[in-house]
C-alpha cells in the first residue's frame, strides 16, 4: 500500500464525493438486486457514512494502531446487516469504477493499484473480525419491550429483555432496528450494568418525526420486537485505574452510558469520589432528575450537579455545560468520562484541554460509521 499516494488522489475524489457514492450504490443494486434489501430506502445517510468510513481509512493507513482496530470493528458492525464475504469483491469493483469515472483524466493506473491494494487489506481485515465473531455471538439479538415510559415529549425511558444475555460493559452502545423503520440501525447507550438476567435499559429522544429515535419514543409500546446488534465502544471502566476520582459529564441523553458506569463502580464499590455533570437546555428536559437524586442519596460518594443553559427560571446551575463545569474542578487529576452530542462532546473536550486535563485521562465514544 502507498499511504501517501491514496491520500493525494482522495484530495481529487474530495470535490466529487457525494456523486461517487451515489453512483457506486446505483451500480451496486443494478448488479446485485437482492443486495438492496440491505440498505435502508432513504440512502443519504448511508451515503455520507461510506466517504466518511472511506476518508477515516485513508488518513489511517500510516497508523496501523488506530486503524485495525477501527477495521475490525466495521466488519463486526456489519453482520448485523447480514453482509457476506462474497459481497466485499463486488463493492471494490464498483467503488473503484464510481472513483474512476468522477475523477476523469487524473485518475492514474498507479492510483487504481494503490486503492486495490488497500481495499482488499480492509475488506480482509474486516471479513476476518466478522468470522470470529461469528464464532461466540450472533448477528443481533432479539429484545421485548418491557416498559416503556415518556418521561418529555420528545425523551422515552425504554427496557428491553432479549432472547439471549448480552455480554457488554457499562459505558458501551449498542445498534438498534425497530420494526417501524427497517434496515435502519441507530446506537444507544446501556443505562445500566450488565445484571446477568438480559434486561437493558435505553434513553431516546426523538428528532423530528421520522427514524429510529422517533419511534422508539412514539410508537414503541410493551410487547414489541426490536433488534438489538453487539455491543461497542471504549467508554469503560478500567479496572486498574488508580485511585483518581471520577468526573462524568453527560448533556442530555448522553447520561445513559454515566448512570451504567456508576451503577457498575457500586457494584464493585471502587471506593472513589464520583462528580456527575448532567447538562440540558430547559428545565423540563432534566427527564431523570427524580432518580439522580435517588442515586445522590444512596451513594454517598456521588455529587450530581444539574444544569440548564436556555432556561431563566431555572434556580439551581445555569449555563452551556462546559461552563459550568469550569467554574468547579479542577478536574486534571481525574478520570473523565463525556457523552452526549457530538457538539457537546468537542466543546467539553476543548474546556478540559484549556484546563489543564491531559488527553489520556478523558475517555468518549465518536459515534458513526455504523
Keep these: 500500500m502507498d499511504p501517501r499516494l491514496l491520500k493525494e488522489s482522495y484530495a481529487l475524489i474530495d470535490p466529487v464525493a457525494e456523486k461517487v457514492a451515489g453512483d457506486f450504490y446505483a451500480r451496486l443494486f443494478l448488479e446485485n438486486p437482492p443486495v438492496r434489501e440491505m440498505f435502508p430506502l432513504a440512502m443519504d445517510a448511508q451515503r455520507d457514512r461510506l466517504m466518511h468510513a472511506i476518508l477515516r481509512i485513508v488518513q489511517s493507513l500510516d497508523d496501523?494502531?488506530?486503524?485495525?482496530?477501527?477495521?475490525?470493528?466495521?466488519?463486526?458492525?456489519?453482520?448485523?446487516?447480514?453482509?457476506?464475504?462474497?459481497?466485499?469483491?463486488?463493492?471494490?469493483?464498483?467503488?473503484i469504477l464510481s472513483i474512476r469515472k468522477y475523477v476523469g483524466s487524473a485518475w492514474t493506473p498507479a492510483m487504481e493499484r494503490a486503492?486495490?491494494?488497500?481495499?482488499?487489506?480492509?475488506?480482509?481485515?474486516?471479513?476476518?473480525?466478522?468470522?470470529?465473531?461469528?464464532?461466540?455471538?450472533?448477528?443481533?439479538?432479539?429484545?421485548?419491550?418491557?416498559?416503556?415510559?415518556?418521561?418529555?415529549?420528545?425523551?422515552a425511558v425504554l427496557t428491553v429483555?432479549?432472547?439471549?444475555?448480552?455480554?457488554?460493559?457499562?459505558?458501551?452502545?449498542?445498534?438498534?432496528?425497530?420494526?417501524?423503520?427497517?434496515?435502519?440501525?441507530?446506537?444507544?447507550?446501556?443505562?445500566?450494568?450488565?445484571?446477568?438476567?438480559?434486561?437493558?435499559?435505553?434513553?431516546?429522544?426523538?428528532?423530528?418525526?421520522?427514524?429510529?429515535?422517533?419511534?422508539?419514543?412514539?410508537?414503541?409500546?410493551v410487547g414489541d420486537q426490536l433488534r438489538v446488534a453487539a455491543p461497542t465502544g471504549g467508554m469503560v471502566l478500567d479496572t486498574t485505574m488508580g485511585s483518581r476520582d471520577v468526573l462524568c459529564v453527560a448533556g442530555g441523553t448522553g447520561l445513559a452510558p454515566m448512570k451504567a458506569i456508576i451503577e457498575d463502580m457500586a457494584r464493585r464499590e471502587f471506593?472513589?469520589?464520583?462528580?456527575?455533570?448532567?447538562?440540558?437546555?430547559?428545565?423540563?428536559?432534566?427527564?431523570?432528575?427524580?432518580?439522580?437524586?435517588?442515586?445522590?442519596?444512596?451513594?454517598?460518594?456521588?455529587?450530581?450537579?444539574?444544569?440548564?443553559?436556555?432556561?431563566?427560571?431555572?434556580?439551581?446551575?445555569?449555563?452551556?455545560?462546559?461552563?459550568?463545569?469550569?467554574?468547579y474542578g479542577p478536574w486534571t487529576y481525574h478520570d473523565i468520562f463525556v457523552a452526549g452530542s457530538p457538539a457537546m462532546v468537542r466543546a467539553t473536550l476543548y474546556q478540559l484541554y484549556d484546563l489543564g486535563v491531559p488527553a489520556s485521562r478523558i475517555r468518549y465514544d465518536a459515534f458513526g460509521d455504523m
Design 64 to 95: 496501523p494502531d488506530s486503524l485495525m482496530p477501527y477495521l475490525r470493528q466495521l466488519g463486526r458492525d456489519h453482520r448485523k446487516f447480514g453482509a457476506q464475504p462474497s459481497h466485499y469483491e463486488a463493492v471494490g469493483r464498483n467503488l
Design 115 to 155: 486503492w486495490w491494494d488497500a481495499y482488499r487489506f480492509a475488506a480482509r481485515t474486516m471479513i476476518e473480525a466478522a468470522e470470529r465473531s461469528a464464532q461466540s455471538t450472533p448477528s443481533w439479538w432479539r429484545a421485548t419491550v418491557v416498559a416503556h415510559e415518556r418521561r418529555t415529549y420528545d425523551i
Design 161 to 221: 429483555q432479549t432472547d439471549q444475555q448480552i455480554p457488554y460493559y457499562a459505558g458501551q452502545y449498542v445498534a438498534i432496528e425497530t420494526p417501524w423503520v427497517p434496515r435502519t440501525w441507530r446506537v444507544y447507550s446501556m443505562a445500566n450494568s450488565p445484571r446477568g438476567d438480559g434486561v437493558l435499559e435505553f434513553h431516546a429522544r426523538a428528532i423530528g418525526f421520522g427514524g429510529v429515535s422517533s419511534a422508539l419514543v412514539r410508537r414503541a409500546q
Design 271 to 327: 471506593g472513589r469520589n464520583v462528580h456527575l455533570f448532567f447538562g440540558v437546555r430547559r428545565r423540563d428536559d432534566l427527564y431523570d432528575l427524580s432518580d439522580l437524586l435517588r442515586m445522590s442519596a444512596r451513594f454517598p460518594w456521588l455529587r450530581m450537579v444539574p444544569c440548564v443553559s436556555e432556561d431563566p427560571t431555572y434556580a439551581g446551575e445555569r449555563g452551556q455545560l462546559p461552563d459550568v463545569l469550569a467554574r
